[in-house]
């Protein structure tokens, strides 16, 4: 178990296949044993251990500060995949209304190119020559026709356009499937002796028994039941 070396506290984490420090000494001051005690009990002892001793409290020190350093580096970059995918939803909204706002741009235009053109039509329309009527009215069927042909062939576009989309959003979602199907057929069998991780962390270990969906996995010098659906084969 892992201790503040300045405190003595535990910080109530473990180090699996890492040798402890005792803190004999820096325990015994913060006791009240005599410092002149305490230095004549240093000299009885080992210098090499006294050394090793130290040296294993600061690898301590160093890797509690490391891991604190990895957890805050972590939690940042999570930050900032999530920021990037809130920008990336915002952009993806504001694109989707600028096009619905140049498509009502668009349309407002032809409804007013049209009423425009309709009002020439009813303004220049020979209302005194039959003759006139008759070919004006011919004029303005042609228009008219012109006109409906031009939108039933945006109209087949547009449901051309979103079929298309949608088929391949279908074919997208197809591909991903298949894609976790291969992923799931590759994955290696649990069987003992292998060597494994567990899915959610970097932790490995070797599988020492298997019973029924559990696995008993040595992690160093700690063994622990696991469920089989939580390692993976590495």
Known sequence: MIFNRNTLVP??????????????????????????????????????????????????????????????????????????????????HFEERLETQQKLIGR????????????QFIQNYPSKSNVKQTEYLKELKKYVTIEKSKIETALRKSQEAESLKEAEQQQKVKGKKKQRNRVVETEMPIVVGARVKLKNSRQTGDVMSLAGKEATVAFGNLKAKVSIEKLQVV
């Open 11 to 92: 910080e109530f984490q473990l180090a699996v296949g890492q040798p402890g420090s005792s803190f004999t000494f820096e325990v015994a001051q913060m006791n009240g044993i005599p410092k002149e005690m305490l230095r004549k009990a240093k000299a009885k002892v080992d210098g090499q251990k006294i050394k090793l001793d130290k040296l294993i409290s600061d690898l301590q020190r160093d890797k509690s500060i490391l891991q604190k350093l990895k957890k805050e580096s972590y939690d940042a970059n999570q930050e900032m995949i999530e920021s990037k995918h809130e920008f990336e939803e915002k952009s993806r």
């Open 108 to 119: 407002n235009n032809k409804y007013l190119n049209h009423g425009k053109k309709m009002s």
